[in-house]
C-alpha cells in the first residue's frame, strides 16, 4: 500500500458517489484526499490550470462531463502528470478500447468498487515509481555534470580510454605526458604511453579490461613523459561512461616523489610547525600507548608539563609575531636539556610536555631546575623591551593507579598548576599519583583557588578566550565558542577543569556564568558594530538552571549592549539537560521567543538521546569528543557517529564534532555529513577573534 496521501480529484454529480468511493478506498489501506467538482467543463478546466496538486483523476462519463479525448488536452496544456481513470456504467470491449485509445489509463464500472481500489493502488504505484526515476535521472545528470567538472579540474591525471584508445582526457594528464592537445589525444592509443619494458604486460591488463567491463585494480608501471623520459606511476583503472557509452576511467599518479610526499604529510599530522616539536595529537596518541604498560616496571615513565608563566603579559606587550620568535627559542633550549630518547612536544600556545623514561626523581629535579633556569636566564630576542618569560614545571611519575595518558597528563598539569600558584619559575612534584594522594595536593590548593574565584568575581579576573566552529558543509557563517580563563596573580591563565568545580562547591558558579554571558554579549555587540557578523556559543551549567531570573538576566544584557538574540547561541551539557530537564524547557521557551538559539553539547553518549530532541527546540547538538578521538580508524567509532548525526538530521538540527584534533578524521566527518567542526586542529582557544572562515 502506498505510504503517502493520494491527492485525488473526481468529476462526479453525486456527492454520495464520491464518498462511497473515498471510504472503499480508505478500507483498503490507502490514505486519500479526495476533491469533488461537478460534471462541468468549465469548472474542469478552472480546477485544472489551479496550482492545487493532483495525483489521480476518476472521470464519470455523462451528464455533462468533458470528453476523454478534451479533459486528456486540458491536461496536457496544464503541464499536469495526471492518470486518468474512467467510470462508467455501462462496460463493454469496444467502449473500453476507445477509452484507452483516448488517454485513459484504465476503464472501471463505476459500481465495482474492488476492481477501483486495484485500479488505484497500481497507478498510484507506478505514478511513484515513475516521479522516482525522474528524480533519479536528474540526480544523475547533475552527479554527472559535477564529476565532469571535478574531473577537468583535478590536480590528478585523468582519462577516459575506449579498446585501448583515449577518448577524453583532463588538462592534468595532457600536461604529464608533454602538453599534448585534446584533439591529439583523441584516438591516441594508450600503448604510447607505456615504457617499452612493460608493453607485454600493459598488453595483458588491455585485454583483461576488455573481456570484462566492471574491472577495477591498480598496478604500477612505467611511463614515458612527452621527452621520452620515463617515471615510475600508479594505474588506476574503473569502469565509466562517456555520453551513455561503457568505457574505461584512468587515473595516473606519478610515484617518483611519493617517498617524499609521504615522509611531508607524516611531518604535517606529526609536527608542530611552529617549533618543529611533535604536536598535541601525535604526543596524546603515544602517551596513551605508553600507558597501558605502566603496570609493568619496565614501562615506567615520567611526565613533565611546562608552561611560561608570563607569556600572556609578553604577548600583550611586543605581540604575537615577536611571542612566535619565544616560542622557538624556548622549544629549543628544551630540546638542548633533554636525553636521546625523550618525546618533547608543543602541546598548547605556550605549553610543552616532555615524556622521559628517566625515572630517578632527583635527575628529574636536577633536570627541572636546569630547564627553569635555562628558560630564566636566557637572553630571548628583543628581551631589552620586556622582561623575559619564567616557566613552572608539573612532575608526574607513572605507576599502575594510572588508569591512561589522559589521567597521567591530568596529574602533571595539576602540579603545574601548584607551581604556579606557588610563585611560578619552579617545579612541583607529585610523588605518588594515586587518588588519594592527588586529592590531598589539590585540597591544599583550595584556599588558594577560593581566594583567587572571589577576587576574580569582583574584579574581572577572568579571561574570556574564543574557538572557531567552522562549517563542513561550505557555510562561512563566523560561529565561535565562548570558554572562560581564571587568572593568577601574576595574570596567567588556569584552566576551567580545574577551578569550575572549586566555584561550584562554593556556590559561585551562577555568578561565574553570569559574568561570561554579559562580557561575552558586550564583546559580541562590539564585533558587530565593527561590521563582524559572528555568533556565539555561550555555556549555561546545570546549577545556573535554576535561577528563576536567569532569562531577564540575558534580557537585560542584550538590551544594555544593544545585541540581538539571534546572535547568541546557548549550550547546556547533555547529562545536566537531562537532570534539570523542566528547567531547561522553561529557559528555552524564553529564549525562543527573544530569538536565541539552544545547543546541546557532549551529545550521543546517554541512552536514548533522542529523548532531549523530542523535548527541546534544539538547533546544535555537539557530540561528545570521544566520538573524534580515533575515528579515521575505529570503523565502530565511524558507524557511532554517523547514527546519532543522522538522528540529528532527522529532526533538522545542526551537528558538530568536537575534539577534533588531526587532519585524518575530516574526510570522515564530512562523509558522514556532520555540519561543523571545531577543534585544536582549528585553533586553540585564544583571545583574539580572528579566524579566517573563508579558507574553508
Not at 595532457?174 to 583523441?186: A, K, P, V
Not at 585485454?207 to 612505467?222: C, G, P, V, Y
Not at 627553569?372 to 608539573?394: D, V
Not at 556556590?507 to 558587530?528: C, T
Amino acid at each position: 500500500m502506498p505510504d503517502q496521501a493520494i491527492e485525488m480529484l473526481i468529476v462526479s454529480n453525486a456527492m454520495s458517489e464520491a464518498e462511497s468511493y473515498l471510504s472503499a478506498l480508505r478500507n483498503a489501506g490507502m490514505a486519500v484526499h479526495l476533491t469533488r467538482i461537478d460534471q462541468d467543463t468549465k469548472a474542469f478546466r478552472k480546477t485544472i490550470d489551479s496550482d492545487t496538486p493532483f495525483d489521480l483523476l476518476l472521470l464519470t462519463t455523462g451528464g455533462g462531463s468533458p470528453d476523454i479525448d478534451v479533459a486528456i488536452g486540458m491536461i496536457k496544456e496544464a503541464s499536469r502528470e495526471l492518470p486518468l481513470i474512467v467510470l462508467q456504467d455501462v462496460e463493454s470491449s469496444e467502449s473500453r478500447a476507445t477509452l484507452l485509445a483516448q488517454g485513459a489509463r484504465d476503464v472501471v464500472n463505476r459500481k465495482d468498487t474492488e476492481h477501483l481500489t486495484l485500479v488505484v493502488q497500481r497507478e498510484f504505484d507506478s505514478l511513484t515509481i515513475g516521479r522516482q526515476l525522474q528524480t533519479l535521472r536528474q540526480q544523475l545528470k547533475e552527479t554527472e555534470a559535477r564529476c565532469e567538472t571535478l574531473t577537468a579540474n583535478s590536480r590528478d591525471a585523468i582519462a577516459y580510454i575506449y579498446e585501448g584508445m583515449h577518448v577524453k582526457a583532463n588538462s592534468a594528464y595532457l600536461e604529464m605526458f608533454g602538453q599534448l592537445g585534446e584533439e591529439e589525444i583523441e584516438g591516441m592509443p594508450i600503448l604510447d604511453m607505456i615504457a617499452p619494458a612493460n608493453i607485454k604486460k600493459f598488453k595483458k591488463l588491455l585485454r583483461q579490461l576488455s573481456s570484462d567491463a566492471h574491472l577495477s585494480t591498480k598496478l604500477e608501471f612505467n611511463c614515458l613523459h612527452g621527452d621520452g623520459t620515463t617515471f615510475n606511476a600508479l594505474l588506476e583503472f574503473s569502469p565509466a561512461s562517456i555520453d551513455g557509452e561503457p568505457c574505461t576511467q584512468l587515473l595516473i599518479r606519478d610515484q617518483t616523489n611519493s617517498k617524499e610526499l609521504e615522509e611531508k604529510l607524516r611531518l604535517l599530522t606529526t609536527q608542530d610547525l611552529q617549533t618543529g616539536l611533535s604536536n598535541r595529537q601525535h604526543f596524546m596518541d603515544l602517551l596513551e600507548e605508553t600507558a597501558r604498560h605502566f603496570a609493568q616496571e619496565e614501562a615506567a615513565q615520567t611526565l613533565l608539563y611546562i608552561t611560561l608563566d608570563n607569556y600572556q603579559d609578553i604577548r600583550s606587550k611586543v605581540g604575537i609575531a615577536s611571542c612566535d620568535q619565544i616560542l622557538g627559542e624556548a622549544a629549543e633550549i628544551l630540546r638542548e636539556n633533554i636525553n636521546q630518547g625523550d618525546l618533547l612536544a608543543r602541546f598548547g600556545d605556550h605549553t610543552f610536555t616532555l615524556l622521559t623514561q628517566e625515572t630517578d626523581p632527583q635527575k628529574i629535579e636536577a633536570l627541572s631546575r636546569q630547564i627553569c633556569q635555562a628558560i630564566k636566564t636566557h637572553k630571548f630576542q628583543g628581551s631589552e623591551h620586556y622582561s623575559g618569560p619564567t616557566s613552572s614545571i608539573g612532575i608526574a611519575y607513572a605507576s599502575p593507579e594510572i588508569s591512561g595518558g589522559h589521567d597521567f597528563l591530568n596529574v602533571a598539569y595539576h602540579a603545574c598548576e601548584q607551581a604556579r600558584l606557588n610563585g611560578g619559575n619552579q617545579f612541583y612534584s607529585v610523588e605518588t599519583p594515586a587518588e588519594d594522594d592527588l586529592d590531598d595536593d589539590l585540597n591544599g590548593n583550595e584556599a588558594d583557588l577560593s581566594h583567587l574565584i572571589e577576587y576574580a568575581l569582583s574584579n574581572d579576573q577572568f579571561r574570556l578566550v574564543y574557538q572557531p566552529i567552522v562549517s563542513l558543509q561550505g557555510d562561512t557563517r563566523e560561529n565561535y565558542a565562548v570558554l572562560i580563563r581564571l587568572l593568577d596573580q601574576n595574570g596567567e591563565e588556569i584552566q576551567p577543569n580545574y577551578f569550575l568545580k572549586q566555584a561550584e562547591e562554593m556556590g559561585k558558579l551562577p555568578e561565574v556564568d553570569r559574568w561570561v554571558i554579559r562580557n561575552a554579549i558586550a564583546e559580541l555587540a562590539r564585533q558587530r558594530r565593527q561590521g563582524h557578523k559572528i555568533n556565539f556559543f555561550i555555556n549555561i551549567s546545570g546549577v545556573t538552571l535554576a535561577d528563576d531570573t536567569l532569562l531577564l538576566w540575558i534580557c537585560d544584557c542584550l538590551r544594555e549592549f544593544e545585541a540581538k538574540g539571534p546572535w547568541v547561541v546557548f549550550q547546556i551539557k547533555d547529562e545536566e539537560a537531562r537532570a534539570h530537564l523542566a528547567q531547561v524547557q522553561k529557559l528555552s521557551e524564553g529564549l525562543q521567543k527573544i530569538k536565541c538559539q539552544l545547543s546541546i553539547d557532549h551529545f550521543g553518549l546517554a541512552p536514548k538521546p533522542e529523548m532531549l530532541l523530542r523535548n527541546l527546540p534544539v538547533n546544535y547538538i555537539q557530540f561528545d569528543p570521544m566520538f573524534v578521538h580515533n575515528i579515521a580508524s575505529d570503523q565502530k567509532k565511524q558507524d557511532s557517529l554517523n547514527e546519532v548525526n543522522k538522528l540529528g538530521q532527522q529532526f533538522d538540527i545542526k551537528t558538530v564534532a568536537t575534539g577534533v584534533e588531526d587532519a585524518n578524521s575530516l574526510a570522515v566527518l564530512w562523509s558522514i555529513g556532520v555540519n561543523y567542526i571545531r577543534g585544536y586542529f582549528l585553533q586553540e582557544p585564544d583571545q583574539s577573534i580572528n579566524y579566517d572562515f573563508s579558507s574553508h
